[in-house]
């Protein structure tokens, strides 16, 4: 079993920051890609930003330059930090991880039960 848990989500004023943290546990062989999505009220799910294990990034054109991804694999942890915040990020946030659990070598995708991030304006 695995398990992806998010936090770090909050209500902050535009131009504000927040981070996000999320930690993969459980029965982890290995962890490729980790990434964060997020989902606003009446909107499908889209990708914000997503980083391999060797640590290449990848953006939404809507939040490059404002957000970075990180991860630490020694914890199995991805983080995404937030800056400059505008009232359209508001959302609720997804990780997700590919990851190869112990009891196969198969990959499957992982989400997180996602954390609410809410900016004023």
């Known amino acids: 079993q695995v398990q992806l848990v998010e936090s770090g989500g909050g209500l902050v004023q535009a131009g504000g920051s927040l981070r996000l943290s999320c930690a993969a546990s459980?029965?982890?062989?290995?962890?490729?890609?980790m990434g964060w999505h997020r989902q606003a009220p009446g909107k499908q799910r889209e990708l914000v930003a997503t980083?391999?294990?060797?640590?290449?990034?990848n953006y939404a054109d809507s939040v490059k330059g404002r957000f970075a991804i990180s991860r630490d694999n020694a914890k199995n942890t991805v983080y995404l930090q937030m800056n400059s915040l505008k009232p359209e990020d508001t959302a609720v946030y997804y990780c997700?991880?590919?990851?190869?659990?112990?009891?196969?070598?198969?990959?499957?995708?992982?989400w997180g039960q996602g954390t609410q991030v809410t900016v004023s304006s």
């Open positions: 459980g029965s982890i062989f290995s962890i490729y890609a």
């Open positions: 997700r991880g590919r990851v190869v659990p112990t009891t196969t070598r198969a990959v499957y995708d992982y």
């Open positions: 980083i391999t294990g060797d640590g290449s990034t």
